[in-house]
């Protein structure tokens, strides 16, 4: 099978180019300014942009909580991915207390199956004794060389400092990179129990139990141990503007330290914790919605390459479920959806708003997680040999978010009534069409579990990138 397609504008995280892509079976085979090769299907991609497939590197799907399951499944997650333009994502393998890493990893695979996008896992050693070297040593072997701890969820799975250390020490040793939540448990823990006891249980105290200087302080002893241990270390979900001036600092002095931020910690601010249970549990995620003020000191640490990735941290739960804690905010179930919406939202409100651009949103929206864990270039690219994993982006689409149009399971979004600009029209995952026209294709083969072996063998982007949009610019053909 080939796809030919023309007239469209390419971007990648480094060029604008008018030229034509030439796809046959799985791989992109051509790339020039005019190419008149047969081809089973051609897509005029007229007035589009043709982008990378996204790799969302932070997900939760089927995520076991008391409250039930994170609500959408590798299916529906994966059909959620692809509207929005993600091809490929990275969710976790989170053990039980008895079971050993590998164990928990072979199970997770398992259950992944039916996923519609490629996947892969990080792996969350969720204690430490004198086994987890051997452990971690056999995942990488397995190709999973990127490990997610928990510096809060102290009761379930987060690890204490010298855990942490051990499990760093172990993760650098055998070449991997430790991924962190940093919150610090036991600070949150206490202004949580002590809120209760005063009972103040409304979704506002979560956000008050967890403030920014329990991630600020998190992130500096993440990093400290990191460097202690030669680690690299990836900061998921950061969402302090404070946070980011201490992961310069480390970055300036440098220490690998690579920094993710998400969509929600870029447009909404704190005030949505004023309303009543109905309205503001579903902002019950950690780290909270932060003050606006850091909404564009994020920003800015994404246009100043502090930032490489944007991931959604997709952990999205019903009405029904978040109620599970409608009278003790501790017993609600942290986390929402957003995989859907990672490119329109980037798009709308980091290009449209000229925060950053459109090379910039490639290399967040994809490039960036594809160097860092080991993809790049099968993933994340659009060069001669990659995979044909492509969006086709129409710039000129509008639409309104909505839990009745999204294709999530969940019943509610934190992006009600968001306006947002573009939409995918086409998506092709290893040159198979699974968007087209705006709607999914039926019948479609499941996706592909991913083995990474590379990780960090290409250095991230550290170059501001320019910007140069020749559809705005009506500029000529390359
Ligand atoms: O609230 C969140 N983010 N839930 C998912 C688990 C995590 O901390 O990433
Ligand atoms: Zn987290
Ligand atoms: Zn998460």
């Known amino acids: 099978m080939s796809i030919l397609i023309k ?42 942009y043709v982008l990378p497939g996204g790799i969302d590197p932070h997900v939760h799907l089927h995520l076991p909580t008391p409250a039930g399951c994170s609500i959408d499944d590798f299916k529906s997650g994966s059909i959620a991915a692809l509207y929005g333009g993600t091809t490929t994502f990275i969710d976790f393998v989170t053990p039980s207390k ?3 890493l590998d164990e928990a990893l072979t199970k997770r695979i398992a259950e992944a199956t039916d996923s519609l996008t490629d996947y892969s896992f990080h792996v ?22 990127s490990f997610k701890i928990y510096m809060a969820y102290k009761e379930t799975v987060g690890l204490n400092d010298d855990e942490l250390y051990h499990v760093m020490h172990d993760v650098a040793s055998h070449g991997g990179m430790v991924t962190a939540h940093c919150e610090l448990g036991d ?15 409304t979704p506002k105290y979560h956000a008050l139990s967890r403030p920014e200087s329990a991630e600020v302080s998190a992130v500096k ?20 503007g404070e946070s980011v001036k201490h992961i310069l600092q480390a970055q300036r002095s440098g220490q690998q330290v690579f920094a993710e931020t ?36 994020l920003w800015e640490g994404i246009s100043n390459n502090v930032i490489q990735t944007v991931g959604t941290d997709h952990c999205p739960f019903s009405q029904a479920q978040k109620e599970f804690g409608i009278n003790d905010f501790r017993k609600v179930p942290n986390g929402a959806g957003g995989i859907e919406h990672r490119l329109e939202l980037l798009y709308t409100f980091g290009v449209k708003n000229n925060k950053i651009s459109l090379n910039k949103l490639v290399d967040i929206f994809a490039t960036q997680a594809a160097k860092i864990f080991g993809l790049y270039p099968q993933k994340g690219e659009i060069a001669v040999g990659s995979d044909a994993d492509i969006v086709i982006w129409n710039p000129n689409a ?16 934190i992006y009600e009534g968001f306006k947002v600009n573009g939409k995918a029209e086409y998506v092709l995952l290893r040159g198979n069409m699974t968007i087209k026209n705006g709607q999914l294709v039926n019948g479609l083969n499941p996706g592909k579990l991913l083995l990474r072996k590379n990780i960090l063998s290409n250095p991230v982007n550290l170059n501001t990138s320019t910007y140069n949009d020749p559809l705005a610019d009506n500029c000529g053909r390359v």
């Open 7 to 48: 007239n469209g504008t390419v971007v990648t995280s480094t060029q604008t180019l008018r030229v034509d892509v030439l796809i046959s079976g799985e791989s992109i085979v051509e790339i020039a300014p005019e190419i008149n090769e047969k081809a089973d299907t051609v897509i005029d991609a007229q007035g589009m």
């Open 98 to 100: 008895s079971e050993t």
């Open 124 to 145: 969350s050693p969720i204690k430490w004794d004198k086994t987890i070297e051997e452990q971690i040593a056999n995942c990488i072997e397995r190709g999973f060389p």
């Open 187 to 201: 600070e949150v823990d206490k202004l949580r129990n002590q809120f209760f006891e005063e009972g103040k249980v």
């Open 221 to 240: 002893r993440a990093m400290a141990f990191a460097d202690q241990t030669n680690c690299p270390l990836y900061i998921v979900h950061v969402s302090s």
């Open 262 to 297: 998400c969509p929600q910690y870029l447009t909404l601010n704190d005030s949505v914790y004023n309303d009543n249970f109905a309205e503001s549990g579903k902002y019950i995620i950690s780290p909270p919605i932060r003050s606006a003020n850091n909404n564009d000191l």
């Open 398 to 413: 509008q639409r309104t978010i909505s839990a009745k149009n999204h294709h999530s399971k969940a019943d509610i979004s």
